[in-house]
T-cell receptor, first 114, second 117 residues
């Protein structure tokens, strides 16, 4: 069975400061992990993915995430927040034996203040 | 850039009425998903198709929901009768998955927002 826990439902940051979104996962097999972003009234867009290659994954718009197996974590970071980063972010896990079935976290709402 | 198309974008209906949503995936994508996203929550898988076959519909309320993908291309999700608790965003996604079920990126449409009065 697979599951994912996003540790913060809301994160508020000032523009230009670092962003950290925390995610812990549980998986019976070697997982693939993803971060998706959803802007208001829009579909979800893939930010980055981990599929057993490099543990530090770089994505679009300056985001990156590090896979830590010992901590079962996949936290998302960005060195400097931009106003356009205000959105909802979802951490997602997929087991290799589940036909690509994705398990979404509950989401983290990011607010960026000037 | 190829996109997943969904219609309608917004639907308001009264309870007990029938509702249908349509999805056209990216050309060549064998796998198609319907997700339901209740406000403030993450998307929940309703049904997954591999070509025209249902791979997973374990979370689909089959007494009122149905989904089909007759020719393995576009898909329709139907609700009959709609209930107040069905108010949500219905998201369609597609991916190019090999028969081995390798992980890959899902491409989402913009969704169909349903409001049941």
């Amino acid at each position: 069975a697979q599951s994912v826990t996003q540790l913060d439902s809301h994160v508020s940051v000032s523009e230009g400061t670092p962003v950290l979104l925390r995610c812990n996962y549980s998986s019976s097999y070697s997982p693939s992990l993803f971060w998706y972003v959803q802007h208001p009234n829009k579909g979800l867009q893939l930010l980055l993915k981990y599929t057993s290659a490099a543990t530090l994954v770089k994505g679009i718009n300056g985001f990156e995430a590090e896979f830590k197996k010992s901590e079962t974590s996949f936290h998302l970071t960005k060195p400097s927040a931009h106003m356009s980063d205000a959105a909802e972010y979802f951490c997602v896990v997929s087991d290799r034996d589940s036909w690509g079935k994705l398990q979404f976290g509950a989401g983290t709402q990011v607010v960026v203040t000037p | 850039e190829a996109e997943v198309a969904q219609s309608p974008r917004y639907k308001i209906t009264e309870k007990s009425q029938a509702v249908a949503f349509w999805c056209d995936p990216i050309s060549g994508h064998a796998t198609l998903y319907w997700y339901r996203q209740i406000l403030g929550q993450g998307p929940e898988l309703l049904v997954q198709f591999q070509d025209e076959s249902v791979v997973d519909d374990s979370q689909l309320p089959k007494d009122r929901f149905s989904a089909e993908r007759l020719k393995g291309v576009d898909s329709t999700l139907k609700i009959q009768p709609a209930e107040l608790g069905d108010s949500a965003m219905y998201l369609c996604a597609s991916s190019f998955f090999g028969l081995a079920g390798e992980d890959g990126e899902l491409f989402f449409g913009e969704g169909s927002r349903l409001t049941v009065l």
